[in-house]
Nanobody
Framework: VQLVESGGASVQPGGSLRLSCAAS????????MSWYRQAPGKERELVAR????????DYEDSVGGRLTISRDNTKKTVYLQMNSLKPEDTDVYYC?????????WGQGTRVTVSS
């Protein structure tokens, strides 16, 4: 099983990034996919979740419409489009795959928002 995140970078406030998470080794279309973020010394927190078929999406309240989660089951990839980035969005972002009897994590990709 692998979840490989990419797309993290250093950007200025107001900028945009698109994170990707490529999955392999399990039935991607059966997994609810999520993005979490974690700052040093803090607990990992949920940012966004998308159901296995993509019909249901949930977001953490503070993202305020700036983030959009999507998935392509044919490519076994989940995305997080991040717009109007703020310094407080600086974190390591992790991809998670969850379903009946499984819970997988990626290695994380770092997002830094700074002027």
């Amino acid at each position: 099983v692998q979840l490989v995140e990419s797309g993290g970078a250093s950007v200025q406030p107001g900028g945009s990034l698109r994170l990707s998470c490529a999955a392999s080794g399990f039935t991607f279309s059966m997994a609810d996919m999520s993005w979490y973020r974690q700052a040093p010394g803090k607990e990992r927190e949920l940012v966004a979740r998308i159901s296995h078929a993509g019909g249901d999406k949930d977001y953490e309240d503070s993202v305020g419409g700036r983030l959009t989660i999507s998935r392509d089951n044919t490519k076994k990839t989940v995305y997080l489009q991040m717009n109007s980035l703020k310094p407080e969005d600086t974190d390591v972002y992790y991809c998670n795959a969850g379903g009946f009897g499984f819970d997988y994590w990626g290695q994380g990709t770092r997002v830094t928002v700074s002027s």
